[in-house]
């Protein structure tokens, strides 16, 4: 059973260009969740997505910032008109269900840099 | 709201020391809570979990007790080997605030023979 799949792994992006970063879920998960990891720190929640479906953003910023989760296909967080500061590794996880004790498996990251 | 506090590194031991890892958390509701490992430029991997109070969470000679009555999780292991450098993430998660995790900021620990 293959994990979470992340592409690209590396991604370099000049100031005002859009990034898109691709997570394929566990076999079976249907629940998918990005996070943000910056140099030094923990991770931090941005979105969580269901199938077809945004079940909670309060992660992500207001803007530039989307994620879509479609019927087919992988899971994309879009980062449009990028800056230096979304220099970060971005991690995806995926889960079976959701319930407090659920597991979320996380794939192995995109660490974008913005030059 | 629900945060998770880790004690801060980095951590510098020698083979088969005892290794302790603080984490303490603050949430709503009743959350489970969860030890992750980071190896060098990969991702997560679950290192062990607990449900609910008074549980132990175990796996590869690491261990953790849910403890309610002091809010804490903290991460053991008797015997530290030099593959165990890594970065550890203690994290909640918890039903009442969507499911999320929450996790602390992460402690390097270094093993030398």
């Known amino acids: 059973n293959a994990g979470v799949m992340q592409n690209p792994r590396h991604l370099v992006r000049r100031r005002g260009q859009e990034a898109r970063l691709r997570c394929s879920p566990m076999?079976?998960?249907?629940?998918v969740y990005w996070y943000r990891q910056l140099p030094e720190e923990g991770l931090k929640f941005m979105v969580y997505l269901q199938k077809e479906n945004i079940i909670d953003e309060s992660g992500m910023p207001k803007e530039r910032f989307s994620a879509e989760f479609p019927k087919e296909g992988p899971s994309i967080l879009r980062i449009q008109q990028v800056v230096r500061g979304d220099s970060a590794a971005y991690f995806c996880?995926?889960?079976?269900?959701?319930?407090?004790?659920?597991?979320?498996?996380f794939g192995p990251g995109t660490r974008l840099l913005v030059l | 709201g629900d945060s998770v506090t880790q004690m801060e590194g980095p951590v510098t031991l020698s083979e088969e020391a005892f290794l302790t890892i603080n984490c303490t958390y603050t949430?709503?509701?009743?959350?489970?809570l969860f030890w992750y490992v980071q190896y060098p430029g990969e991702g997560l991997q679950l290192l062990l979990k607990a449900t609910k109070a008074d549980d132990k969470g175990s796996n590869k000679g690491f261990e953790a007790t849910y403890r309610k009555e002091t809010t804490s999780f903290h991460l053991e292991k008797g015997s530290v080997q030099v593959s165990d450098s890594a970065v550890y993430f203690c994290a909640l998660s918890d039903l009442g605030t969507g499911n999320q995790f929450y996790f602390g900021t992460g402690t390097s620990l270094t093993v030398i023979p």
């Open positions: 949430a709503t509701g009743y959350p489970s």
């Open positions: 076999k079976g998960h249907s629940h």
């Open positions: 996880a995926s889960s079976q269900v959701q319930g407090s004790g659920e597991t979320q498996y």
